[in-house]
T-cell receptor
Framework: GQNIDQPTEMTATEGAIVQINCTYQ??????LFWYQQHAGEAPTFLSY????GLEEKGRFSSFLSRSKGYSYLLLKELQMKDSASYLCAVRPNAGKSTFGDGTTLTVKP | EAQVTQNPRYLITVTGKKLTVTCSQN?????MSWYRQDPGLGLRQIYY???????DKGDVPEGYKVSRKEKRNFPLILESPSPNQTSLYFC?????????????FGPGTRLTVT
């Protein structure tokens, strides 16, 4: 089966850096994605990794280690609007997508 | 504007009354997928479609049907809804499934089955 683990909740301070971890065990690997979801809204794409290493995209970076089944999303210079749920998703094959339960991040002033 | 649309956005229905939730995208995407999201849980994939006339089961397909007769549309059909199908449903599309393209999500359909 597929299994994705990420922390349920995290809290950080405005202006700080936060790292959200994701570990996965899947029958195959075709890419790992991070999505942001504000309460009551649809998920929106943040970043993806197919190869090992760090992908940087403005204030957001994502890291992947396929051998360890591990990824993290790094958010820098936190803003209040970053308070949201962050979803880690793995594509075990071309068609399927498996999502983690999401990490609810609260940014405090 | 490039988007994924879903209708209806909100629906309250009764057990056993067949319903269809429509999904349409205007981005000429090959891949489309349906998910449900329940409180405290992540998105769970119901069905997906790699292209026209090609559909396959996700992780939670029981009680649902889909069809993909046209590239832009991917309706979700509940033949006999039950209360355990009360959920928030999202449709999503991406350029192609063979490569790791990101998915674009519709606004969601909140379904309540009484």
């Amino acid at each position: 089966g597929q299994n994705i683990d990420q922390p349920t909740e995290m809290t950080a301070t405005e202006g700080a850096i936060v790292q959200i971890n994701c570990t996965y065990q899947t029958s195959g690997f075709n890419g790992l994605f991070w999505y942001q979801q504000h309460a009551g809204e649809a998920p929106t794409f943040l970043s993806y990794n197919v190869l090992d290493g760090l992908e940087e995209k403005g204030r957001f970076s994502s890291f992947l280690s396929r051998s360890k089944g591990y990824s993290y999303l790094l958010l820098k210079e936190l803003q209040m609007k970053d308070s949201a749920s962050y979803l880690c998703a793995v594509r075990p094959n071309a068609g399927k997508s498996t999502f983690g339960d999401g990490t609810t991040l609260t940014v405090k002033p | 504007e490039a988007q994924v649309t879903q209708n209806p956005r909100y629906l309250i229905t009764v057990t056993g009354k067949k319903l269809t939730v429509t999904c349409s995208q205007n981005m000429n995407h090959e891949y489309m997928s349906w998910y449900r999201q329940d409180p405290g849980l992540g998105l769970r994939q119901i069905y997906y479609s790699m292209n026209v006339e090609v559909t396959d089961k996700g992780d939670v397909p029981e009680g649902y049907k889909v069809s993909r007769k046209e590239k832009r549309n991917f309706p979700l059909i509940l033949e006999s809804p039950s209360p355990n199908q009360t959920s928030l449903y999202f449709c999503a599309s991406s350029l192609a499934a063979q490569k790791a393209y990101e998915q674009y999500f519709g606004p969601g359909t909140r379904l309540t089955v009484t």
